[in-house]
């Protein structure tokens, strides 16, 4: 398992994220083939057009008000620079084609961390890269609304969407500490580097969407990973204290009951 857990991710899987990535461009072209790159980013299917100026003025370093016309360019408003910055870097360099180019990056990315989470946590390759590629199609999203349905029950968290920029580029940096704290969880001594990457998607996957329900989500499982990291060391501890509720006399046999 270890070994595919470190596999880099096979040919096909990435030209199937790539086509998967490309279909959510090339229908509209097919729909509407007079639109130019500038009105597909702007009337895209999912997302918020008003994140648009905001990766146009991060493009050209300006972090003013961009909603308000009588104060464009005036003060410094709060900017969700962690999901926008990569598609800022794509549109300063090519406009609205950078911008279609980066959210393709970032699909294929999102595809081959999904995929390495899996092997961490030790799903098998085929159905690790499956699974990843039934996500960003959307696929495992439709067959848990669908089962949502049949039971009358709302499914608890959305997996994937290509709302940007969340979850759509949130879920990249979530997916991320994921595979880190998975990681140390069953390797605990790490370098330095590796504990500050971890320090530093942690930080990430809180505070680039603190305005939606999916953070209590994400600081579950960041609870969770604190709790499994920690809690075997709190018992040793305890141990070496000489906790009597944790010692067992020698001669006692596991199990055993006293009947006298």
């Known amino acids: 398992m270890r070994v595919a857990a470190r596999s880099a991710p096979p040919l096909l899987f990435l030209l199937l994220s790539l086509a998967i990535a490309l279909s959510y461009w090339l229908v509209p072209v097919l729909i509407a083939p007079d639109k130019s790159p500038d009105g597909l980013v702007m009337f895209r299917e999912t997302g918020d057009p008003d994140y648009l100026p905001q990766v146009?003025?991060?493009?050209?370093?300006?972090f003013g008000e961009t909603a308000v016309k009588e104060y464009a360019g005036t003060g410094v408003r709060s900017f969700p620079l962690v999901p926008t910055a990569i598609h800022a870097i794509f549109y300063r360099v090519a406009g609205s084609a950078g911008f279609i180019l980066a959210d393709l990056l970032m699909v294929v990315l999102y595809a081959c961390?999904?995929?390495?989470?899996?092997?961490?946590?030790?799903?098998g390759r085929r159905p690790a890269e499956l699974l990843s590629l039934a996500v960003i199609s959307t696929t495992a999203e439709w067959l848990v609304s669908k089962a949502s349905a049949m039971v009358h029950h709302p499914a608890p968290k959305m997996f994937w969407d290509f709302r940007f920029p969340r979850p759509s580029v949130s879920e990249v940096v979530f997916v991320s500490f994921l595979i880190l704290a998975s990681m140390l969880i069953a390797r605990p001594p790490r370098s330095a580097w590796f504990y500050v990457c971890l320090l530093y998607t942690s930080g990430l996957a809180v505070i680039d969407m603190p305005d939606r329900p999916d953070i209590y989500v994400r600081l579950t499982a960041i609870e969770f990973f604190l709790c499994h990291l920690f809690l075997p060391v709190r018992i040793e501890n305890r141990r070496n204290q000489g906790g009597p509720e944790l010692r067992r006399p020698s001669n006692e046999k596991a199990g055993a009951v006293d009947r006298g």
Request: hydrophobic share 65%; aromatic share 6%.
């Open 56 to 62: 146009a003025g991060a493009a050209d370093l300006k």
């Open 113 to 123: 961390l999904l995929r390495q989470f899996l092997l961490v946590a030790g799903v």
